[in-house]
């Protein structure tokens, strides 16, 4: 399945208006695409111990990993409520973990922003920094 970058942040739109954000009213979607061509979406879902927040990237990434995904191609993020936004530092250290090289945001006035992980997370330590191989489980 190809999906355009367009489709991909409409997927993340419509991931970000179920976020569960009472806390910041910061409302984020995303849509991932796995090697293999399946979306997934997940939103942000605050908690009232901030830290136990789960941010919207995050969650799609961990949705896939738990059906067994472990590649992961591109990531688009929606902010509903203060575009444009980039990931978070968490984030981008979950992106690389899985491989994603490429992140698309929706940017001011609709425009599509496309960057490199590379651009977003410089000299990141990975899963290849620990082992001679990367986890397969």
Do not use: H, K, W
Not at 20 to 28: D, N
Not at 83 to 98: A, I, K, L, Y
Not at 115 to 132: I, Q, V
């Amino acid at each position: 399945m190809t999906i355009s970058d367009a489709e991909l942040i409409e997927r993340a739109a419509d991931a970000a208006s179920r976020a569960y954000s009472p806390y910041s009213r910061f409302r984020v979607g995303a849509a991932i695409v796995t090697d293999g061509g399946e979306i997934v979406t997940g939103a942000n879902i605050e908690n009232a111990a901030f830290g136990a927040t789960v941010c919207a990237e995050t969650n799609a990434i961990t949705t896939a990993a738990a059906s067994g995904v472990r590649r992961i191609a591109t990531v688009g993020v929606v902010c509903l409520d203060g575009d444009p936004c980039t990931p978070c530092g968490n984030c981008r250290q979950v992106m690389r973990e899985f491989g994603v090289t490429r992140v698309v945001m929706r940017g001011r006035n609709g425009d599509i922003l496309v960057m490199s992980l590379d651009a977003l997370l410089p000299a990141s330590f990975g899963p290849e920094a620990l082992a001679a191989e990367a986890p397969e489980s």
